[in-house]
């Protein structure tokens, strides 16, 4: 059947417009072709030529600058400094062997470090650049460069290392770096590919490990085209990293390092806490440790000195080590009865030189007695015996309750490591943990810090702190983080009657400046810097009843690790307190003779910002002082710390 002619017209012009579509897709296909050969042909010939000698792109990873850390005063602590190393690549390299072998007749390598370069080559991933030495001279690393087409998969680079210009004085707060390990990897989720990089500097210890996603940053990407020799033909692209964010700590360093060198030839923890923000001003642990040793790669010899040394230099006593508080902690004991009203302040209780619970006799430290005291006598003199009585009418439960709301048996939230908890013991507790009941004979020694109780320099510090102001201080050790400060907020009213606190300092300030007081020789001249204070003693072995019975052995008379820890806690001053410390010198014999001194130089350094007048001390002590001045000021001397820009 024929079609009308009107609809074959129609049907002839759909397939001509159909057909004059379909054409110029193809010219426009065509024309396209031509375009990206001539491209290719002409604009693009090199890179081609390039590629068909076996050239190619590597990208690389761009380590980002760690953030520096400085003090409150802008004095830096923790830096970063260029050095030279060379990298290996092994999907480029080949014979790895041969090019190590070649590569150590230009640079100094062991046959140990060749083999151990091999090993860890061959376990990473072929595109990962390994690092086979670091911290070159410019001659090593110009005679690398030079000799690169002899030496396929080496790549000769600048990098940045931490450097801690404060040495031992920052050790413990600031902490130090190392190459990343596979513990380090087993024990993070953190999935940042620079931490893949062999030898790439993590924080280990202290505030470079708690704040080491800050102070880290992150990585760039570099692309560079190497030809099939190695040699770097030319940079195609470079995306620099974000740097680490800069922190700014609460620590005074020139303060810290007074500390540092006034507990010289000591095992000691000390803490000083700025009473307006709860600013740590200084952490320190002694003895301590030069950190740059363990960024370059610490001896075998130094290792062994550190780790076998009495005095535990590697321990972060400060804040790590917990002790009993002994008479430290009496105050606690006190608060606690006097809240629960079972004790009236003005009340007093004989002391016979010893206190009989369930057979057993408590020895007071002062074999004769004190006879009658009230609480402002008990801790001027520090009567065991009055605490005995008041421990036994108020109870553990009480007391440690108590002592968790002033700091003691709590954790502090600080970037330090291993910040101890303590331990405020409960009856629950001792079922719980030790599987024993609760006795009274427990509580009568915890009343006197003694027993179960455990406390840290940092605790004890924060307890003073809260004593002398009424308020919940809680430690801070970022100041800013960037410039933007961090954690100021005011602190909350500790929540015990004022009338309470008021009789508690009075009494710490007797223990200091009342001539009976047992830290009167420690105490400040200066009127207007009155310290307050309150000694400790903990014993750490069992005194026996034939011991006791034929005179109880010195502290000087037993070998060091047998005497008992001296302690001290102060504020200052007085009538309006800036600042908190507490000291606690391992085996260092008795608070008042060795703590409370110690503790008294500190504060003054702290109160007049350097080295104080030498008529804020007691008149007997000024010429010791003196010296002890002379033999310290160099370490502390204006402008021995310069500041840094970020390298």
Known sequence: MRRPPKESAESARIIGRRALVVGALQLGLAGSLLMRMRSMQLEQAEQFRLLADENRINVHLLPPARGLIFDRNGVLLAGNEQYYRVTMTREDAGD???????????????????????????????FVPVTIVDRLSWEDISRVTVNAPALPGITAEVGLSRFYPQGADMAHV???????????????????????????????????NKMEQTLRGSAGTLHVEVNALGRVMRELDRQEGEPGADIQLTIDSK?????????????????????????????????????????????????????????????????????????????MTALAAIEEGVLD????????????????????????????????????????????????????DKISEMAQRFGIGVRHDLPLSAVAEGLAPTKEWKRRVRGEDWRIGDTVNASIGQ???????????????RLATGRNITPRLVHTVDGVEQGADADQPIGVNENSLRRIRAAMDAVSNNNRGTAYGSRISEVS??????????????????ERARGVTSNADLPW?????????????????????????????????????????????ALYDGPPPLEAYPSNVRNRIEEQQKRIENRIAPGAYPTSDRA
């Open 255 to 331: 303060l810290q390092t007074y500390v540092e060198a006034r507990l010289e030839g000591e095992s000691a923890g000390a803490v000083v806490i700025d009473l307006e923000k709860g600013d740590l001003r200084a952490v320190v642990s002694a003895p301590s440790f030069d950190p740059n040793l363990f960024v370059r790669g610490i001896s075998v010899k130094d290792w062994t000195d550190l780790n076998e040394n009495p005095y535990r230099p590697l321990a972060a006593k400060a804040v790590q080590g917990i002790y009993p508080p002994g008479s430290t902690f009496k105050m």
């Open 96 to 126: 790895v062997e041969t090019v190590l072998r070649r590569l150590s007749k230009l640079v100094p390598m062991t046959e140990e470090e060749i083999q151990d370069a091999m090993k860890e080559v061959s376990e990473r991933s072929r």
């Open 529 to 546: 810097m009155r310290l307050a204070g309150k000694t400790g003693t903990s014993q750490v072995r069992r005194i026996t009843a034939e």
């Open 174 to 208: 600031v902490g130090y770096v190392g190459p990343v390990s596979d513990y380090d990897l087993s024990r993070t989720e953190d999935r940042d590919p620079l931490l893949q990089i062999p030898k790439f500097q993590i924080g280990k210890t202290g505030a470079e």
């Open 561 to 605: 690790e047998r005497r008992d820890h001296a302690l001290f806690v102060s504020f200052a001053p007085v009538e309006n307190p800036r600042f908190a410390c507490a000291i606690v010198v391992e085996h260092g014999g008795g608070g008042s003779s060795t703590a409370a001194p110690i503790a008294r130089d500190i504060m003054l350094q």
């Open 451 to 465: 027993g179960d109780v455990l406390a840290s320099p940092l605790q004890l510090a924060v307890m003073a702190a």
């Open 345 to 396: 302040p003005e009340e007093t209780i004989y002391c016979r030189g010893y206190t009989e619970v369930s057979g057993t006799r408590f020895h007071c430290w002062k074999t004769a007695g004190h006879g009658n005291v009230n609480l402002h006598d008990s801790l001027k003199h520090s009567c065991d015996c009055y605490y005995y009585e008041v421990g036994q009418r108020i109870g553990i």
